[in-house]
Each structure stands twice: as structure tokens, then as C-alpha cells.
């Protein structure tokens, strides 16, 4: 499968076959808070496709609004910074165009599961073969932090002074009842698995999800007594199950506060823009 | 766009049918939607006769992802088109504002029907304004106006044509009187319609940006994604040069382009947009400035009033937006008066007012909106009771 040396590229020589960094003499900076898990995200991405070894310009990355939104800027493949929510939609239409385009969309928590939940279970629900990267830290991060479908009970933000009092959603499960095909979970401190993970689903034949925990230390970890993004790494390291792993798991990722990574779900299904052409062949042969 | 009539069928057709084929002979192969009423014909249309072209018709979850399904398809190469009306119209501002300032070809084609909201399904021209202004932020919209059936080809064809050229969305603006009217019409063999096409780069990939063109006016060369060119696709403020080159710096120079830019390249075609027809103008003294449903009884209303020995005219607009003032202007120069048939409470009058205000030639509304045609006797009422009869 991956050689070797495809996985220990040094930084320097990954950068240099998929990154289009800032241009630092022209002022260019990354958009990002110094410290933020986005960093972690993106060079997982580029880890990943460095290791699939696919032709960058038929690769699209769509991003909505938020932190990440910029994120497919620093990428060597083509990127379509949409509006907010929109990214599956939009893929949908890439994939529909040119079944041969390979679609990531970077998306968060609030662009994915609160603005952009219909078109999120929508393009699950038809299996159609994109990858949707969620970054979740926990609220709306770009607008100043606030509260959002998967902020947990009790976090605090500047629309939840008080503490959230709403249920959150969590974003594996609800792709999984909506026929995601590949589901899987990491986070910021997992940095090789989140790889292994994008890599798979990227690979996957039909709707791919990897939500990554990201820590967000600037604005929820402030508010929430976790100001330093190692703390966020640590509480990430110690409190993450990994699905399927023997000794317990099933109980231990039951406990308050654990959750489980890796593979959640996996099945082989149609995929939506074969069936579309499939049925329209029949259409086309009748007429 | 030629119009050569080599093999030329007559056929009866719905105005919703006629709009489908337009876009078909024009070369659209993707159309996502949402089915509404009066707009469902277009919709079924397309479901019928793009698989068999080798085209993706697709129906999403609402019509805001119909929209951003197109503009995945349109980032991809297609040509496409949706269509909706009233409430839908509402939803697909969103996208047309990300098309807008992502400059990426559509087009949408909106058949009105009362609002606001849900209002009813019967006809109206209640979103005339709303096609320029629907959207937020500064920008200049192109509609169009079918008043028959066939224009309703034309005016699509003509869309497809204006969308892919400028690289932007481009509206028609139909309604459920003219897009529920079944008339017969003379189509053209479609390998005749041919029109231009977006404009290519022709630099190589290193050198090519998404937004890169010399002056404001010019329509920047756009490549499909996955053709080898790398494209950076910007729903946000964005500049000619930096975006699609790792441009992460914003500054309001950039602002100040974009903004003018969305606005130049279609004011500075606006006389080849222009499309709209006079009837008896040169010598009227009475002027009846009509466009859709309106059209066939401020000629009807005409003929009569000429019968009468008064010297009316009537000019039809099919360019609503940008607003053919020139046109305006100069087939109302004689006019002691001039009417503006509406099926709304009077939005384009406002236009006809705009430009005709400096002149001093009264602009008088006539407005329904009871659902029912503009009947001429609801013009001929006016135009008698205006010359004092
Ligand atoms: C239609 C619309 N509503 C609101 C906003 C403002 N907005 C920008 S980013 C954002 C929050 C995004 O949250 P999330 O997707 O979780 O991204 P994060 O910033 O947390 O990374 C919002 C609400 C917008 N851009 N568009
Ligand atoms: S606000 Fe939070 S999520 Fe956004 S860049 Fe800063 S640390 Fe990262
Ligand atoms: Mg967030």
C-alpha cells in the first residue's frame, strides 16, 4: 500500500509537493491563532494525499465559513471557498460534473451540523462519493465564540454565559443514521491516526466522514478553563478510546467525558453518481 | 448567438417547456432542483430529456442546495440551469449572490407567482425587483423577460449565452401567465443555436489565476476545474491577482476591484444586452412601456386606440436588468405620456420615472394584482380617463 517513504516525509519536502504556504516577504501570514488544532488538521490532509499520490488538479477542497474556511488556500489543489454550510451541496455538483474530481469538503461543527445539517445528511443519505472533514471545536469559533449544535452541556460561550443548556448532536452518529458509507472519528492530538484516517476515507468508495476534535484554546478553551492548547492535547490523549481496541472498550467509552476514535462504521453501498448514470442509461436506452 | 432556422419543427409547448429547450439547444446538461409551483414543468422537462443527453438533472434538498449544486457543476465545466418561483425565489438568493461574487455561469429561471412568502401560486410580476436587489451586497444583475412562449426559448437561449460569457448568474424572469401558456412555436435545429461560450485562458497553468484580467470590464478567462488549471473560487472579497495565487492578504483594494469589477463587466456590455422591441413609437404621443404577461394587452390596448385615430406605441422590454434606460429614453422622447402596466403595485415604473423624471414626461402606473392578466381595457380605462374622455 504506502511505501515507506511516502510516510516519513519530512515537513519541508511535504510542504513543497502539496502546500501553496503564505508568502511570508509579502506579509502573508497563516489565518489561524498560533497554537490552534487547525495546523494539526492540515497537515494531516497533506500527509494524506501525499500518501494516495493523486494528481492535485483533480483534487477540490470546499470550505464554508469559519476558522477552517480558508484552510483549502494552502493547498497546491483547487479550492472553492463557498458560504457557510454549503459544502455538500456544492460537492454534489462537482461530483455530478466530473465524476472523476476527488471532493473534500472542510467544514466545522457549526457549518456542517447546525447551518448546513440538511445538505450534510442529505449528501449521506445518497451515498454520493465525497469526503467531509468536520473540524469540530465545540461552537462557532470565527464569529467569537459561541455556543452551537455540539458544544457540550455546561460549556460556556458568549451566547452561553450561563453554560449551554441544549443537547448536542454527536456528528459520527448522526452521519451514520443518515447512510454515511465511511465514518470515523480523531482529534488534534492524534495527528498519524487523524492521517490514517483522512487517507481511508479519502480512499473510500461513496460518503466519507472524519470529524477531528480540535481544540479551540483561544476562545472555548479560555472560557472553559483549558487556555492552553496542551491542555486540549492532553485531555485528547488520555480520554480517547479507540473503537474496537480489546480490554473494554464498549464500557470504558460509555464513562462521562471518553469518547471513541478511529473507524466508527464502514459498509460497501452503490454510490450515487454510478446509480445516477446507471439509471439514466436505462432512461437514455428507452427513448 | 445565430438564429438560422435549418430544420425548424412547429410544435405546441408550455412557456415552462419552451424555457427547458432553450437551455437544452444552449447547451445546458445539469439542472438541479426543487419542484414548486408554477415552475414544476421546467423541472420535469429537464428530468426527462437530460439523461438521455448524457446530462444530470438532480433534485436536492431544498433550493438553496439546488443552487450550490450548481455551482459545483458550473466550477466543473457544465452549463446550468435551475428554475423556481415566489418562496423559492426567496431561497435561491443566497446562491445567486455566491455565484455572483464567485463569477461563475447559471441561470435561473424564476416564474413567478404572488408573494410575499408562500402567497399563491397565480400570476404576478412581483419580483421584478427583487431580481436586482434580491441579493446582498453591491452587484448588477442581468434579467430577462419572456412575454410568449417563444420568447421564452429566446430568452433562455440568450441567458446561457450572456451567463457563460460574463461568468455570472443570469435571471429569467418568467411568470405563471406566460409560463402556463401553451402556445405554438417554430424551434430551431439546436446544432444551429449556437452561442459563445466562457472564455478561456490562454496562458499556461502556471501563470493562470481564477479572477486575473486587465481591466475592470473584462471577464476574467475561467478554466473548468480538473482541466489542469488550478482554480481558487472565492464567494468572498476577493482581488484579480492574488486570489487563486495563495492570495491570503486582504486589503480594500481589493474590495474596491471586486466590487466595481461585478458591476463594469456587465454596465460596460449593457447595450448589447439591451433587448427590447417598439411598436408604432415614432410618432406616439402616448407610450405604453410593458414586459412579460403585460405586453400582449398594451398591444392589444394600442391597436385599439390607434382604431380610435390616437396616436399610441407601445415598447416592449425583454431586458429588465440591467434597466434599458437608453432604449427608454429615446422611444419615449415624443411622448406627452407615458403608461406602465404592472402586475404588481408598481415596481419598474420606478425605473421608467428614474429616467424619465429629468424629461417631465408623466410616467403613470397601472397596477394589478388580483392574480388575473392585465386586460387592455384596464389600459384603455387609464388612457381615457388621462385624455380627459
Ligand atoms: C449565512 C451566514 N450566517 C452567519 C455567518 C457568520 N459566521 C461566520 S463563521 C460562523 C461560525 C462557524 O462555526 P463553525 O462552522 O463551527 O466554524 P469555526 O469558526 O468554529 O471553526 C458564523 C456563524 C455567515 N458567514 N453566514
Ligand atoms: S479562534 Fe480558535 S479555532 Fe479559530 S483559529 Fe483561533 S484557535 Fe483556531
Ligand atoms: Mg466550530
Same mark, same amino acid.
Not at chain 1, 496542551?230 to 473494554?248: C, D, I
Not at chain 2, 484579480?240 to 492570495?247: D, H, P, R, V, Y
Given at each position: 500500500?504506502?511505501?515507506?517513504?511516502?510516510?516519513?516525509?519530512?515537513?519541508?519536502?511535504?510542504?513543497?509537493?502539496?502546500?501553496?504556504?503564505?508568502?511570508?516577504?509579502?506579509?502573508?501570514?497563516?489565518?489561524?491563532?498560533?497554537?490552534?488544532?487547525?495546523?494539526?488538521?492540515?497537515?494531516?490532509?497533506?500527509?494524506?494525499?501525499?500518501?494516495?499520490?493523486?494528481?492535485?488538479?483533480?483534487?477540490?477542497?470546499?470550505?464554508?465559513?469559519?476558522?477552517?474556511?480558508?484552510?483549502?488556500?494552502?493547498?497546491?489543489?483547487?479550492? *472553492?471557498?463557498?458560504?457557510?454550510?454549503?459544502?455538500?451541496?456544492?460537492?454534489?455538483?462537482?461530483?455530478? =460534473?466530473?465524476?472523476?474530481?476527488?471532493? *473534500?469538503?472542510?467544514?466545522?461543527?457549526?457549518?456542517?451540523?447546525?447551518?448546513?445539517?440538511?445538505?450534510?445528511?442529505?449528501?449521506?443519505?445518497?451515498?454520493?462519493?465525497?469526503?467531509?472533514? *468536520?473540524?469540530?471545536?465545540?461552537?462557532?469559533?470565527?464569529?467569537?465564540?459561541?455556543?452551537?449544535?455540539?458544544?457540550?452541556?455546561?460549556?460556556?460561550?458568549?451566547?452561553?454565559?450561563?453554560?449551554?443548556? %441544549?443537547?448536542?448532536?454527536?456528528?459520527?452518529?448522526?452521519?451514520?443514521?443518515?447512510?454515511?458509507?465511511?465514518?470515523?472519528?480523531?482529534?488534534?492530538?492524534?495527528?498519524?491516526?487523524?492521517?490514517?484516517?483522512?487517507?481511508?476515507?479519502?480512499?473510500?468508495?461513496?460518503?466519507?466522514?472524519?470529524?477531528?476534535?480540535?481544540?479551540?484554546?483561544?476562545?472555548?478553551?479560555?472560557?472553559?478553563?483549558?487556555?492552553? =492548547?496542551?491542555?486540549?492535547?492532553?485531555?485528547?490523549?488520555?480520554?480517547?478510546?479507540?473503537?474496537?481496541?480489546?480490554?473494554?472498550?464498549?464500557?470504558?467509552?460509555?464513562?462521562?467525558?471518553?469518547?471513541? *476514535?478511529?473507524?466508527?462504521?464502514?459498509? %460497501?453501498?452503490?454510490?450515487?453518481?454510478?446509480?445516477?448514470?446507471?439509471?439514466?442509461?436505462?432512461?437514455?436506452?428507452?427513448? | 448567438?445565430?438564429?438560422?432556422?435549418? /430544420?425548424?419543427?412547429?410544435?405546441?409547448?408550455?412557456?415552462?417547456?419552451?424555457?427547458?429547450?432553450?437551455?437544452? #439547444?444552449?447547451?445546458?446538461?445539469?439542472?438541479? !432542483?426543487?419542484?414548486?409551483?408554477?415552475?414544476?414543468?421546467?423541472?420535469?422537462?429537464?428530468?426527462?430529456?437530460?439523461?438521455?443527453?448524457? !446530462? $444530470?438533472?438532480?433534485?436536492?434538498?431544498?433550493?438553496?442546495?439546488?443552487?450550490?449544486?450548481?455551482?459545483?457543476?458550473?466550477?466543473?465545466?457544465?452549463?446550468? #440551469?435551475?428554475?423556481?418561483?415566489?418562496?423559492?425565489?426567496?431561497?435561491? /438568493?443566497?446562491?445567486?449572490?455566491?455565484?455572483?461574487?464567485?463569477?461563475?455561469?447559471?441561470?435561473?429561471?424564476?416564474?413567478?407567482?404572488?408573494?410575499?412568502?408562500?402567497?399563491?401560486?397565480?400570476?404576478?410580476?412581483?419580483?421584478?425587483?427583487?431580481? /436586482?436587489?434580491?441579493?446582498?451586497?453591491?452587484? /448588477?444583475?442581468?434579467?430577462?423577460?419572456?412575454?410568449?412562449?417563444?420568447?421564452?426559448?429566446?430568452?433562455?437561449?440568450?441567458?446561457?449565452?450572456?451567463? @457563460?460569457?460574463?461568468? +455570472?448568474?443570469?435571471?429569467?424572469?418568467?411568470? +405563471?401567465?406566460?409560463?402556463?401558456?401553451?402556445?405554438?412555436? @417554430?424551434?430551431?435545429?439546436?446544432?444551429? $443555436?449556437?452561442?459563445?461560450?466562457?472564455?478561456?485562458?490562454?496562458?499556461?497553468?502556471?501563470?493562470?489565476?481564477?479572477?486575473?484580467?486587465? &481591466?475592470? @470590464?473584462?471577464?476574467?478567462?475561467?478554466?473548468?476545474?480538473?482541466?489542469?488549471?488550478?482554480?481558487?473560487?472565492?464567494?468572498?472579497?476577493? !482581488?484579480?491577482?492574488? #486570489?487563486?495565487?495563495?492570495?491570503? $492578504?486582504?486589503?480594500?483594494?481589493?474590495?474596491?476591484?471586486?466590487?466595481?469589477?461585478?458591476?463594469?463587466?456587465?454596465?460596460?456590455?449593457?447595450?448589447?444586452?439591451?433587448?427590447?422591441?417598439?411598436?408604432?413609437?415614432?410618432?406616439?404621443?402616448?407610450?405604453?412601456?410593458?414586459?412579460?404577461?403585460?405586453?400582449?394587452?398594451?398591444?392589444?390596448?394600442?391597436?385599439?386606440?390607434?382604431?380610435?385615430?390616437?396616436?399610441?406605441?407601445?415598447?416592449?422590454?425583454?431586458?429588465?436588468?440591467?434597466?434599458?434606460?437608453?432604449?427608454?429614453?429615446?422611444?419615449?422622447?415624443?411622448?406627452?405620456?407615458?403608461?406602465?402596466?404592472?402586475?404588481?403595485?408598481?415596481?419598474?415604473?420606478?425605473? $421608467? @420615472?428614474?429616467?424619465?423624471?429629468?424629461?417631465?414626461?408623466?410616467?403613470?402606473?397601472?397596477?394589478?394584482?388580483?392574480?388575473?392578466? +392585465?386586460?387592455?381595457?384596464?389600459?384603455?380605462?387609464?388612457?381615457?380617463?388621462?385624455?380627459? &374622455?
Amino acid at each position: 500500500m504506502t511505501s515507506a517513504r511516502r510516510m516519513a516525509i519530512p515537513m519541508v519536502e511535504l510542504a513543497k509537493a502539496t502546500a501553496r504556504l503564505p508568502d511570508a516577504q509579502a506579509g502573508e501570514t497563516f489565518r489561524y491563532c498560533p497554537g490552534c488544532g487547525l495546523g494539526i488538521v492540515q497537515s494531516a490532509l497533506a500527509r494524506a494525499l501525499y500518501r494516495l499520490e493523486i494528481d492535485l488538479s483533480t483534487v477540490v477542497t470546499v470550505g464554508g465559513s469559519g476558522c477552517y474556511g480558508i484552510m483549502g488556500e494552502y493547498f497546491q489543489s483547487n479550492h *472553492i471557498h463557498g458560504s457557510h454550510g454549503r459544502a455538500p451541496a456544492v460537492g454534489v455538483g462537482l461530483k455530478l =460534473a466530473n465524476p472523476k474530481l476527488t471532493v *473534500i469538503t472542510i467544514q466545522g461543527d457549526g457549518d456542517a451540523l447546525a447551518i448546513g445539517a440538511s445538505h450534510f445528511i442529505h449528501a449521506a443519505r445518497r451515498n454520493v462519493d465525497i469526503t467531509v472533514l *468536520i473540524c469540530n471545536n465545540f461552537g462557532y469559533a470565527n464569529t467569537g465564540g459561541q455556543y452551537g449544535p455540539s458544544t457540550p452541556l455546561g460549556g460556556v460561550t458568549e451566547t452561553s454565559p450561563a453554560g449551554c443548556f %441544549e443537547y448536542p448532536f454527536d456528528a459520527c452518529q448522526l452521519a451514520i443514521g443518515a447512510g454515511a458509507t465511511f465514518v470515523a472519528r480523531s482529534t488534534s492530538y492524534h495527528a498519524i491516526h487523524m492521517t490514517n484516517m483522512l487517507e481511508r476515507a479519502i480512499r473510500h468508495k461513496g460518503f466519507s466522514v472524519v470529524e477531528v476534535l480540535q481544540h479551540c484554546h483561544v476562545l472555548y478553551g479560555k472560557r472553559n478553563g483549558m487556555p492552553e =492548547a496542551t491542555q486540549w492535547l492532553t485531555l485528547f490523549k488520555e480520554n480517547s478510546v479507540r473503537a474496537g481496541a480489546p480490554g473494554g472498550a464498549e464500557a470504558r467509552r460509555a464513562e462521562p467525558g471518553k469518547w471513541e *476514535i478511529g473507524v466508527l462504521h464502514q459498509e %460497501e453501498k452503490p454510490e450515487f453518481v454510478e446509480m445516477y448514470f446507471a439509471t439514466a442509461a436505462k432512461l437514455a436506452g428507452n427513448r | 448567438m445565430s438564429n438560422k432556422h435549418a /430544420q425548424s419543427r412547429r410544435v405546441l409547448l408550455l412557456g415552462n417547456e419552451a424555457c427547458a429547450e432553450g437551455a437544452i #439547444a444552449a447547451g445546458v446538461r445539469f439542472y438541479a !432542483g426543487y419542484p414548486i409551483t408554477p415552475a414544476t414543468e421546467i423541472f420535469e422537462r429537464f428530468a426527462y430529456r437530460l439523461p438521455a443527453l448524457g !446530462g $444530470v438533472c438532480v433534485q436536492m434538498e431544498d433550493e438553496c442546495g439546488s443552487m450550490h449544486a450548481l455551482l459545483g457543476a458550473a466550477a466543473a465545466g457544465q452549463r446550468v #440551469a435551475t428554475a423556481t418561483s415566489g418562496p423559492g425565489f426567496n431561497l435561491v /438568493q443566497e446562491g445567486i449572490a455566491s455565484l455572483a461574487s464567485a463569477e461563475l455561469p447559471a441561470v435561473i429561471i424564476n416564474v413567478q407567482r404572488i408573494g410575499p412568502s408562500t402567497g399563491s401560486i397565480h400570476g404576478a410580476q412581483m419580483d421584478v425587483m427583487q431580481a /436586482q436587489w434580491g441579493f446582498n451586497g453591491n452587484h /448588477q444583475t442581468i434579467a430577462l423577460a419572456p412575454s410568449s412562449v417563444s420568447e421564452c426559448f429566446w430568452t433562455t437561449v440568450r441567458a446561457v449565452e450572456l451567463a @457563460e460569457t460574463l461568468r +455570472m448568474p443570469v435571471l429569467v424572469m418568467s411568470e +405563471m401567465h406566460v409560463g402556463l401558456m401553451r402556445q405554438a412555436v @417554430e424551434l430551431p435545429d439546436y446544432d444551429e $443555436v449556437r452561442i459563445e461560450g466562457r472564455p478561456r485562458p490562454t496562458c499556461a497553468p502556471s501563470d493562470y489565476r481564477t479572477y486575473l484580467c486587465k &481591466r475592470l @470590464e473584462d471577464v476574467p478567462p475561467l478554466a473548468d476545474i480538473g482541466s489542469g488549471y488550478r482554480n481558487v473560487f472565492q464567494v468572498t472579497t476577493h !482581488g484579480s491577482e492574488t #486570489a487563486g495565487g495563495g492570495g491570503m $492578504v486582504w486589503d480594500y483594494k481589493e474590495a474596491d476591484w471586486h466590487l466595481r469589477h461585478l458591476a463594469a463587466k456587465v454596465l460596460h456590455r449593457r447595450h448589447e444586452i439591451e433587448w427590447v422591441e417598439p411598436f408604432a413609437t415614432e410618432d406616439a404621443e402616448v407610450v405604453i412601456v410593458a414586459y412579460g404577461s403585460c405586453v400582449s394587452a398594451a398591444l392589444a390596448a394600442m391597436k385599439a386606440a390607434r382604431q380610435d385615430g390616437r396616436r399610441v406605441g407601445v415598447l416592449k422590454l425583454v431586458s429588465l436588468w440591467p434597466f434599458p434606460e437608453d432604449a427608454v429614453r429615446r422611444h419615449a422622447a415624443k411622448a406627452e405620456l407615458v403608461l406602465v402596466p404592472e402586475l404588481n403595485l408598481g415596481q419598474m415604473v420606478r425605473e $421608467v @420615472e428614474r429616467v424619465l423624471g429629468p424629461s417631465g414626461i408623466p410616467v403613470h402606473p397601472i397596477n394589478r394584482v388580483d392574480s388575473y392578466y +392585465m386586460w387592455p381595457d384596464d389600459i384603455l380605462g387609464v388612457l381615457n380617463a388621462m385624455a380627459g &374622455r
